[in-house]
């Protein structure tokens, strides 16, 4: 097993609505957005940032959550992102939910601390590990309907899998990498070849074992139920056989040969 790293410039993330994300790297700054952390700080120097706002008129999108949606052939997943920690400009508050197959999973929210001009990075906001072999669809949601204000700086995803062909925009690590705040808490089965394999040899010899221990038992409790029977039936007696009582044979003597 290994651990997959997706950028968040990868195709293998989709953005919604699309314009309402800017795509920031060392190449595309941006010069009209309020935050503006350290790019370098970044996993491959990229990041998505989008903040939702329900009040009218304060976007394009005003009260639409935004989302990043992605499939992933794995166990687990784990969600990185920076955090500003000004209230103004931009205001860095957070409120994140993590779905996993149509599932809430997880949420983060927290309120900004209120220090200007500071970011936290490689912040893990949302983790799952407790997934079965196969894949599955991320999508995480900044913001909720008539919810607060919320900025999101999406640095990266990362997912545990089976060794896999890998494409250009994935790369694998051995470790996650450390953060100091604590990722929100997180608790279908498409097959897996090599785990239906495991599976299979592992559950099949045991329900064979099964099988014959319940055949076992049925058929000595059977026979010792006969064997109970037979005791307790009555034998019958039969004229002139071996069980039967024997023939006492009395001769009596005629008066003819009697003395006086």
């Not at 900004?112 to 912040?123: F, L, Q, R």
Request: hydrophobic residues 35%; proline residues 6%; glycine residues 4%.
């Amino acid at each position: 097993m290994e651990n997959v790293t997706i950028d968040d410039a990868s195709t293998s993330l989709s953005y919604y609505p699309a314009s309402a994300w800017n795509a920031r790297s060392t190449t595309s700054p941006c010069l009209t957005c309020t935050a503006n952390p350290e790019i370098q700080s970044f996993f491959d120097e990229t990041f998505h940032d989008g903040t939702f706002n329900a009040l009218p008129g304060s976007n394009d999108f005003p009260n639409v959550p935004l989302t990043a949606s992605m499939i992933f052939n794995g166990t687990a997943v784990y969600v990185f992102c920076a955090l500003a920690e000004s209230s103004t400009s931009p205001d860095g508050d957070s409120d994140m939910s993590f779905y996993v197959d149509g599932t809430l999973q997880g949420t983060f929210v927290k309120t900004a601390p209120g220090i200007d001009n500071t970011y936290e990075y490689t912040v893990n906001v949302f983790s799952i590990h407790s997934l079965m072999p196969g894949l599955h669809n991320l999508s995480i949601h900044n913001g909720h309907v008539n919810g607060s204000k919320s900025l999101m700086l999406l640095d990266k995803v990362v997912y545990t899998t089976f060794n896999e062909n890998l494409n250009q925009n994935q790369t694998t690590s051995a470790s996650f990498p450390s953060s100091s705040s604590q990722p929100a808490s997180a608790n279908n089965l498409n097959n897996h070849p090599a785990m239906l394999i495991i599976v299979l040899a592992t559950v099949i010899p045991v329900i064979i074992s099964i099988a014959i221990i319940v055949w076992c038992m049925v058929f000595f409790m059977k026979r010792r139920k006969q064997q109970h029977q037979r005791l307790q039936t009555p034998r019958h007696r039969h004229p002139f056989t071996a069980e039967s009582d024997s023939i006492r044979v009395v001769f009596l003597r005629s008066p003819l040969y009697s003395k006086y």
